[in-house]
């Protein structure tokens, strides 16, 4: 199905493949080098190179947009702008963990219509635009296969992901393990994906910024799901994340909404 956004998701895809040949390359390298930011998170010289590169080909194929990213900052004034995670799961990255992924979207204003998630060490990609549906294609799959949520609708049949315990209203992720069927913690951008993909149906974060999220929310929404701030309001703006097959987001909400 053809959409209005096809060229620019084309470019996110070709944009995403220089990404992933980048990161591969510095993956598990023994010359890696590491430095800490002022919030003490790292970066590495891949983080920064692959935002460089996504910034240099926007500047000749998109002249016009603006760009935020992790790295290398950007005012997010609305309008058309392009958000970019270099790396999403940075610690994972430097000790060798495969749970990592390039997250580069476009958004127009309040809504996120192109989103591609490249997770390269997992053979993993997720991918949407808007009005024409999530797609992801890993090494199992022989084509492209179309992300739908679960239609799972009470929090004792759920699955629950996370990344982990900081930032939690007092409590409440206690309760959430409590109140749902099986908790695991996928982490990072994983956790929102296999909730598009349907093999999950609840993941939730306190502590996330835009770049963090901006991709996501194209892939969950097109696939049929839900995606919010943590304590439930707009995704682009109040920090953190919870995204859920939609059928749950309001029990999970009663639970995780800060005080």
Request: charged share 25%; aromatic share 6%; hydrophobic share 40%.
């Amino acid at each position: 199905m053809a959409g209005l956004y096809d060229d620019d998701l084309a470019l996110a895809l070709r944009m995403a493949d220089q990404a992933d040949a980048l990161t591969l390359q510095a993956f598990r390298r023994t010359d890696l080098v590491v430095d800490t930011k002022p919030d003490l998170s790292p970066v590495t010289d891949a983080d920064r190179g692959v935002e460089r590169l996504v910034r240099e080909v926007l500047a000749q194929e998109r002249p016009e947009d603006p760009v935020v990213g992790e790295e290398y900052g950007g005012t997010d004034d609305g309008g058309r702008r392009w958000i970019v995670d270099p790396i999403d799961g940075t610690k994972n990255f430097v000790r060798g963990v495969p749970v990592w992924a390039t997250l580069i979207a476009l958004a127009v204003d309040d809504d996120v219509v192109v989103g591609v998630v490249s997770a390269p060490a997992l053979g993993r990609r997720w991918w949407a635009a808007r009005g024409t549906g999530a797609w992801t294609r890993g090494p199992e799959d022989t084509s492209d296969r179309q992300c739908r949520v679960s239609a799972v609708r009470t929090l004792p049949d759920a699955s629950f992901s996370f990344s982990d315990g900081v930032a939690w209203p007092p409590g409440s992720l206690e309760e959430m393990m409590r109140s749902t069927w099986r908790t695991r913690g996928y982490g990072d951008f994983w956790s929102h994906m296999l909730v598009a993909e349907g093999h999950v149906d609840i993941a939730a974060e306190p502590e996330l910024d835009i770049w963090d999220v901006g991709a996501l929310v194209a892939v969950v929404e097109e696939a049929g799901g839900r995606i919010t701030a943590f304590g439930g309001g707009d995704i682009l703006t109040a920090g953190g994340a919870l995204t859920t097959n939609g059928h749950l987001h309001g029990a999970a909400l009663q639970i995780i909404r800060p005080v």
